[in-house]
């Protein structure tokens, strides 16, 4: 069942339950798949695609959260605190700390990166290899620690 289909059929059990944050949720990934669809490329989102889709809307929401609680708007951060939980539903299971390191750790002896200057070697195959398990940006963090060591 793709994507699309999956958030039809949770939509309208959200409807029927009156879930209010879950239909928000929900509604917000269907207009971007909408949009991706729509974007000219006369194609089919693949599964890497909404992936990526998914990713982004979270990291959106993650920086208006931060925003958020920065210009303490509690009532507009649960908002988004609820929809990054409906979105991380559809997510593959992010990695934790201890097994980002590791597959880091394999990622820089098989590249043989030794210092903070081979970053961008080592951040072009995690990048592809962690697709979708794990952030970007926790990625960047865990190679910069690991290189400075």
């Known amino acids: ?30 207009a971007a798949i909408l949009l991706a669809k729509t974007s000219g490329s006369g194609s089919e989102l693949s599964s890497d695609d909404e ?3 998914l990713q982004k809307l ?11 609680k ?11 605190e609820e929809e ?9 299971k992010q990695l934790d700390a ?3 390191k590791t597959i880091i750790a394999e990622i820089i002896t ?8 081979d970053m961008g070697k080592v951040m072009g195959v ?6 979708g398990k794990a952030d970007g940006k926790t990625i960047s963090s865990v190679v910069k620690e690991l290189l400075t060591q």
């Open 1 to 30: 069942m793709s994507l699309e289909q999956q958030i039809m059929a949770q939509m309208k059990d959200a409807m029927k339950a009156k879930d209010e944050a879950g239909l928000r949720g929900l509604r917000a990934i269907k």
């Open 110 to 117: 098989q590249v043989g990166a030794s210092s903070p200057a």
């Open 84 to 92: 990054i939980a409906v979105i991380e539903k559809f997510l593959p």
């Open 51 to 53: 992936i990526k889709l």
């Open 58 to 68: 979270v990291k959106q929401r993650k920086d208006s959260l931060d925003i958020f």
């Open 126 to 131: 995690a990048s592809k290899q962690l697709a």
């Open 70 to 80: 920065q210009q303490n708007r509690a009532d507009l951060a649960q908002k988004e």
């Open 98 to 100: 201890e097994e980002l």
